[in-house]
């Protein structure tokens, strides 16, 4: 039995790889931007072990809830799951990117990250311009794969992925989404629990548990370390260097 923490798991993505992991007999909880959020999500997803609540796109709101969850104990895994799209790049970039590097740098490290990206990132642009108020959602999600690549490079101990859960039919993807809804949440559970070999691996990009072809610059060391220094100037929080 593992024990996963999920990043926005009050809704979409993230509740049902929640449900699916908890059906497989392991221990999570939960994350969910506000009180009320929670308590529903708790209701939703019957056996989850807690649920934490923060707003992701508030700065010290998260690191909070880096001291919540390392007030927990020892986790096996963290999906990174939670994200927005159609609001303001602040927005986007706050919580698309800040938040799971905030979260990745101050949480006890587990044994596997997994971090949710999405095929758009293929027309992201890595100019890693943080100041210019105009990174997309794409952007966003090119970053948070090369943070995910450069953990797997600075922490080889563990296993760090990036999943594209595809387009699929949640409350983000609309109703018309043509992507399998049930591949969208089953790699990330996989990637957190699974001793198939093929999911114990790190630095790697899935979608659908397979390999898939990424941007080129995501593997870039020199881009990964301005990236990581950069993030670091904009919330005051160091990453650490083991």
């Known amino acids: 039995m593992a024990r996963i923490f999920i990043t926005g798991s009050a809704d979409g993505l993230g509740q049902m790889a929640a449900a699916l992991l908890i059906s497989q007999g392991h221990q999570v909880v939960l994350h969910a931007r506000n009180a009320g959020r929670g308590r529903q999500a708790l209701l939703d997803v019957p056996g989850a072990e807690n649920v934490l609540t923060a707003d992701l796109s508030n700065i010290e709101e998260t690191k909070q809830l880096a001291a919540d969850v390392n007030a927990l104990g020892s986790f096996d895994a963290i999906i990174h799951n939670a994200g927005v799209y159609q609001v303001s790049g602040k927005l986007i970039f706050s919580v698309n990117t800040l938040a ?72 983000m993807g609309g109703a018309g989404a043509p992507d399998n809804l049930e591949k969208g949440f089953e790699t990330q559970a996989w990637l957190a629990v699974s001793n198939d070999e093929k999911a114990k691996v790190t630095g790697r990009y899935f979608h659908h548990k397979r390999e898939a072809r990424h941007h080129p610059q995501a593997g870039d060391i020199s881009l990964q370390d301005r990236f990581l220094a950069l993030c670091e100037q904009a919330t005051g929080v160091p990453f650490p260097t083991s």
């Open 100 to 171: 799971p590097y905030i979260l990745t740098a101050l949480i006890q490290t587990p044994k596997r990250l997994i971090y949710l990206t999405s095929g758009m990132h293929l027309s992201g642009h890595p100019n890693l311009n943080f100041n210019s108020g105009g990174i997309s959602y794409s952007d966003s999600k090119l970053y948070v794969l090369m943070l995910s690549m450069a953990v797997a490079r600075k922490w080889p101990e563990i296993y760090s992925n990036a999943v594209d859960p595809g387009w699929v039919p949640t409350k």
